[in-house]
């Protein structure tokens, strides 16, 4: 289970409450595998990132989030997980906004690189190491185009920011395979994906659902946020 980003920071709610762990908490419960970080969750500042990452039971990332004073990412870069027999790596991108100047609270400043000038020297690397490679975008569908055209060791991007409801489609015969969910968690999507023995997706299916009334609500999630209320 995946998330492509903004979903640590918010102006009302639980979250907002909580500087974020609330989000934390839910998707800890909901077994997640990774995250990447959005342009908003940076809003939260570097100290509380860090703790909020400490709190997950899941991956935190983004390759292009960079704590300036040091030059190293504030997150992981990727992760490598196994499934089914196969290595999956998982890059995290986040959209290109401006430098966050330190606050009395937080002096950490973070800068956000350039996505595809660093996806361009991390795929090759996380390749080498990962039968599959899951793009994890947080910087909207079409830059998640240009990457699929212009990277080809990306096989999935599942991507957010630009708030498209996009069931899996490839673009481009042997591209990568793009999907996004919409946004405010108001849909789910699902990819299936069909490997040959070097890792290749040569076949894929999927939807992105509306999470209507007619899904019930999970009863330890509501009490959990009933909690925090």
Same mark, same amino acid.
Not at 20 to 29: D, V
Not at 75 to 88: D, M, Q, T
Not at 189 to 194: H, I, K, S, V
Not at 204 to 227: I, N, W
């Given at each position: 289970? #995946?998330?492509?980003?903004n979903?640590?920071?918010?102006?009302?709610?639980p979250v907002?409450?909580?500087n974020?762990?609330?989000?934390?908490?839910?998707?800890?419960?909901m077994s997640?595998?990774?995250?990447?970080l959005?342009?908003?969750? #940076?809003?939260?500042?570097?100290?509380?990132l860090?703790q909020?990452m400490?709190e997950?039971?899941?991956?935190?990332?983004s390759?292009?989030?960079i704590?300036?004073?040091?030059?190293?990412?504030l997150?992981?870069?990727?992760? %490598?997980?196994?499934?089914?027999?196969?290595? %999956?790596g998982?890059i995290?991108?986040t959209?290109?906004?401006?430098?966050?100047?330190?606050?009395?609270?937080?002096?950490?400043?973070?800068?956000?690189?350039?996505? #595809?000038e660093?996806?361009?020297?991390?795929?090759p690397?996380?390749a =080498?190491?990962?039968?599959?490679?899951? *793009?994890l975008?947080h910087?909207? *569908?079409?830059?998640?185009?240009?990457?699929?055209? =212009?990277?080809?060791?990306?096989?999935i991007i599942?991507?957010?920011?630009s708030?498209?409801? #996009?069931a899996? %489609?490839?673009?481009? =015969?042997?591209?990568?395979?793009?999907?996004?969910?919409g946004?405010?968690?108001?849909?789910i999507?699902?990819?299936?994906?069909?490997l040959?023995a070097?890792?290749?997706v040569?076949?894929?299916?999927?939807?992105?659902?509306? *999470?209507?009334? =007619?899904?019930?609500?999970?009863?330890?999630?509501?009490?959990?946020?009933?909690? %925090?209320?």
């Open positions: 289970m #995946l998330d492509a980003g979903a640590l920071y918010a102006t009302q709610g907002q409450k909580t974020g762990q609330a989000a934390i908490t839910a998707m800890n419960m997640y595998d990774a995250i990447t959005g342009d908003q969750d #940076l809003i939260l500042g570097a100290a509380a860090r909020r400490a997950a039971t899941f991956a935190v990332l390759a292009n989030v704590d300036a004073s040091t030059g190293q990412p997150a992981l870069p990727y992760v %490598i997980k196994e499934a089914k027999g196969h290595r %999956i998982i995290g991108l959209r290109l906004s401006t430098p966050l100047a330190p606050n009395p609270s937080d002096p950490t400043t973070l800068r956000v690189d350039d996505p #595809l660093t996806i361009k020297r991390y795929a690397e996380v =080498e190491q990962a039968d599959v490679v899951i *793009l975008s910087v909207g *569908l079409p830059l998640d185009q240009t990457i699929a055209a =212009e990277v080809p060791e990306i096989d599942i991507g957010g920011q708030r498209n409801v #996009l899996p %489609i490839r673009e481009n =015969e042997g591209g990568a395979v793009l999907a996004q969910a946004y405010r968690g108001e849909w999507g699902t990819l299936t994906a069909r040959d070097q890792g290749q040569v076949s894929f299916g999927g939807e992105t659902v509306a *999470l209507t009334e =007619e899904y019930g609500d999970d009863p330890e999630m509501t009490q959990f946020v009933a909690s %925090i209320k």
